[in-house]
């Protein structure tokens, strides 16, 4: 069966009554979830499978992809509005979404994130629909070496991510390298820095140092900016309208961080998360004006945007293609194919068709409905921001205290997430910038793993990174995306002195 | 089906148990000591987060019980996640003697105190039953020179440098120690293993490429790939051949020669000194539920296979277990 018959079949799963229903119920529970700081599609998509038991399993799992890509479309909203992240993908949304919600262009920016996460997901589901079977080359050709490579590349960009000094940018980086060694070691069990505390066992969940980082430091600042009460008083809701030299602006980041973030969702164990990242970054790097980066730049909102929902789509490749989860969510997502009777995996797209183009038909429906259900409600939304100042403070605290307790129910969360607020709170007022830390954080944890993998597997060469072409080449493109901006900076002085 | 049961169940409330062959079920006395019967909401923890292996056992477990009607009173399942368990361990070992607080295990419990990373262990709970067994399988890339077990244990007698093996759970605990068990046993020296952990979901991507050798994991995860042609089974963990499609062709280590085997076996257990009676009660509910049609169907859906140990038989084979294993890993240098 070809791609286009397949969209046939699918498109009679997905626009069935049954199809449409269960996809807007997907995509609303999805969203109403990711609006809210720590519910993450993890969650949801494993409260929904008793839920779903003995149902039908094509609309079922047309559902639980609907909360998931739904949950990442809505993340972005408390994101922009109160720099709290409602999911891990949407931390990069937060750097250029808040300060375009500071500016009074709360309504503009929500526009701009559900535009660019509806043309990422869509761009993505062509991209699905097309090169699925092909694109499960791609994800198993990553192994230890080469994931070592991809994590370096994306390390590499810190620099791009500093405001003023790159010492405290590599600090701050270092911190969050330090910080995610917390915990037992996954390749020799080995406890580091848990000083036997239980609670530390597992290291630190990356929402308590989101949220801590970003929601909790902003909270601290807001109460320390007294005076300058803008944040209340004459913040409107700006124009919704998103002019046609915006659209031009967001028009090449959108395009290219589909593509970007499609790939990254492909590989097993990057996702939305990393997509994001590695798209902001992208397009800080090449822009003409990185300096507007993190002060409300269009396109810095329009990548990770865009980049985050077109991974969630990527996501599905392994998952359907090759039944291999690359994710947290796609593996509780499996175990839901598996209670409903499907195996996902080589054999699905022919054993099952109507399930596997079903669910592919379904997206470009829900992200369809996304976007209509999403704009008229940025008004409301976005009024969120003229609630006085101590009640919204008060929620921001509230809302991080209940994500972070239910990622496991533990008090001792609770704790940390005041200790990383304390934390943010010092490096603002240093000014350390939070995102080297982040990034750090993220990337740096599966860096070590891949690392010391590799080295296994190698017995100590260091030769197995340059040895095979993919790590060879990404350890290339890291080195010159570190070289090249100087060298161009040197140029340009070059010419100027000339001159 | 479902009414004769809560007939049963209704006639036999009375009585200490219900729809039950142990013997102290005929005698009808709730006096002294004697019958216990839930009388408030059942607390099942699952000691991970949601989606994994033991959740999925305590939900379905949960709902099972319900249904039939098996235990009336309600039963709610509790996500602790945290310490590969060790957080959930710790906050029922605080529930001293309560007959409320139950929890799913598997081998974990042994393995995680024993690389020091839980102050209590399987011996400081009550084993109620053990309800499920499942078994490690082997896999390589299906263009691997390897055919069986042999020609693998061959090659890494004679060039341990030149074989990894993967798993996803950390060195010492349970994918890990399924090889080595199986591999000392075939004559390799267990101290030259190695072994790398990967715990985000790359261990099957990287035993495709070939950036690794074999794949250690359960057998339930491998069967769709199998069937794909993307990999080959070179030897399970169970004692017999399993039944069923596919999985009947897997060849068990025992049959190529090499006698030794591996459980990863499934139960519930309860707070330290739980009473006798409220651990007869559930010892004969978890057997009655393990002969249930409806959890046939459970076992079938997840290709669990049945293996009911009343609470007795339970701690004995938990006992022998910990020993060979607690050796195993001082062998290699990883016990505490």
């Given at each position: 069966m070809n791609a286009f018959d397949g969209m046939i079949t699918g498109f009679q799963v997905a626009l069935s009554w049954e199809g449409i229903l269960f996809v807007l119920i997907g995509v609303i529970v999805g969203t109403l979830i990711g609006m809210m700081p720590g519910l993450g599609p993890i969650s949801a998509i494993a409260i929904m499978i008793p839920i779903t038991y003995g149902m039908d399993p094509a609309p079922a799992l047309v559902m639980m992809a609907g909360v998931y890509y739904g949950a990442v479309f809505g993340g972005s909203t408390s994101s922009i509005l109160?720099?709290?992240?409602?999911?891990?993908?949407?931390v990069a949304t937060a750097f250029d979404g808040y300060p375009m919600a500071q500016q009074g262009k709360a309504g503009k920016a929500l526009a701009i994130a559900a535009i660019a996460s509806f043309f990422g997901g869509t761009v993505s589901v062509i991209m699905l629909m097309l090169l699925a079977p092909a694109l499960s080359s791609v994800a198993i050709s990553f192994g230890p070496p080469a994931y070592f490579a991809l994590m370096l590349m994306g390390l590499t960009a810190i620099s791009s991510l500093s405001e003023g000094s790159t010492i405290k940018a590599m600090i701050s980086a270092v911190a969050g390298v330090m910080v995610v060694t917390i915990g037992i070691d996954p390749q020799t069990g080995t406890q580091r820095?848990?000083?036997?505390?239980?609670?530390?066992?597992?290291?630190?969940?990356?929402l308590i140092i989101a949220l801590g980082l970003f929601a909790i430091a902003e909270v601290c600042m807001l109460v320390l900016n007294r005076k300058n009460r803008s944040l209340s008083d004459d913040q409107k809701l700006g124009s919704l309208k998103v002019s046609r030299a915006d659209l031009k602006e967001m028009s090449g980041p959108m395009t290219r961080q589909s593509f970007v973030g499609f790939i990254l969702g492909v590989?097993?164990?990057?996702?939305a998360t990393i997509a994001s990242f590695i798209s902001y970054i992208f397009e800080k790097r090449i822009s003409k004006n990185p300096e507007e980066f993190g002060k409300g730049s269009i396109k810095g909102l329009a990548a990770p945007e865009s980049s985050n929902n077109a991974a969630t789509s990527g996501a599905f490749v392994p998952l359907l293609s090759l039944g291999i989860p690359g994710s947290g969510t796609t593996a509780v997502m499996l175990g839901a194919f598996l209670v409903l009777g499907v195996q996902p995996g080589p054999l699905l797209m022919t054993d099952r068709p109507e399930i596997f183009w079903g669910i592919i038909a379904s997206m470009y429906l829900g992200n369809i409905f996304l976007l209509v259900l999403n704009l008229p409600l940025i008004p409301y939304l976005a009024k969120i921001l003229s609630i006085p100042r101590p009640l919204l403070i008060s929620l921001v605290i509230m809302f991080s205290l209940i994500g972070v307790y239910s990622i496991s129910f533990n008090v001792f969360d609770l704790y940390m997430l005041l200790v990383f607020g304390a934390l943010g709170f010092a490096m603002r007022v240093f000014s350390f910038p939070a995102p080297p830390f982040i990034l750090a954080f993220i990337l740096g944890g599966m860096m070590e793993q891949a690392f010391r993998q590799s080295m296994t597997i190698s017995n100590g060469s260091l030769a197995i990174f340059v040895n095979s072409p993919l790590p060879l080449s990404l350890i290339l493109v890291a080195f010159l995306s570190l070289v090249i901006p100087g060298l161009l900076k040197w140029r340009s002085r070059r010419k100027l002195a000339k001159m | 089906m479902k009414k004769t049961i809560l007939t049963t169940i209704l006639a036999g409330s009375?009585?200490?148990?219900?729809?039950?062959?142990?013997?102290?079920?005929?005698?009808g006395d709730t006096g002294e000591g004697g019958a216990f019967e839930p009388t408030q909401n059942i607390e099942m923890v699952a000691p991970a987060g949601a989606g994994g292996g033991w959740d999925t056992t305590a939900r379905e477990v949960a709902r099972v019980f319900g249904e039939t009607g098996i235990i009336e009173e309600n039963m709610t399942v509790v996500n602790k996640e945290g310490g590969g368990g060790a957080i959930a361990w710790s906050y029922i070992h605080g529930q001293d003697d309560s007959p409320y607080n139950l929890f799913v295990a598997s081998p974990p419990l042994m393995f995680v105190p024993l690389n020091g990373?839980?102050?209590?262990?399987?011996?400081?709970f009550t084993p109620l039953a053990n309800m499920i067994a499942d078994y490690g399988a082997f896999a390589v890339s299906a263009d691997s020179e390897w055919d069986d077990l042999n020609a693998m244990f061959d090659q890494m007698k004679e060039d341990p440098e030149s074989v990894t093996v993967v798993g996803t759970s950390a060195p010492g605990s349970m994918d890990h120690m399924q090889f080595v068990r199986i591999a000392k046993a075939a004559g390799v020296d267990p101290t030259q293993i190695k072994y790398v952990s990967d715990q985000d979901g790359g261990a099957l991507t990287s035993v495709l490429n070939g950036s690794v050798d074999v794949f250690s994991t359960g057998v339930g995860e491998v069967v769709e790939q199998v069937r794909a042609g993307n990999i080959k089974i070179l030897g399970i963990t169970a004692e017999e051949r399993l039944e069923g499609e596919i999985l009947s062709d897997f060849p068990t280590a025992i049959e190529q020669g090499i006698d030794e085997s591996f459980i990863n076996w499934r139960g519930f257990f309860g707070p330290p000194n739980m009473d006798p009676a409220a651990v007869e009660f559930y010892e004969a509910k978890f057997q009655e539920l393990s002969e249930s049609e409806e959890f046939a169907e459970v076992r079938e859906k997840y290709g669990w296979n049945e293996m009911y140990l009343n609470s007795e038989e339970y701690e004995e084979f938990l006992n022998t277990e910990y020993q060979e294993i607690e050796t195993l890993l001082e062998e290699i240098g990883l016990g505490n």
């Open positions: 109160l720099n709290a992240p409602g999911i891990s993908g949407t820095f848990t000083f036997g505390n239980v609670n530390l066992f597992d290291g630190f969940d990356f590989l097993p164990g990057a996702g | 009375a009585l200490v148990f219900a729809g039950c062959n142990s013997e102290e079920s005929t005698n990373q839980s102050e209590v262990g399987h011996e400081d």
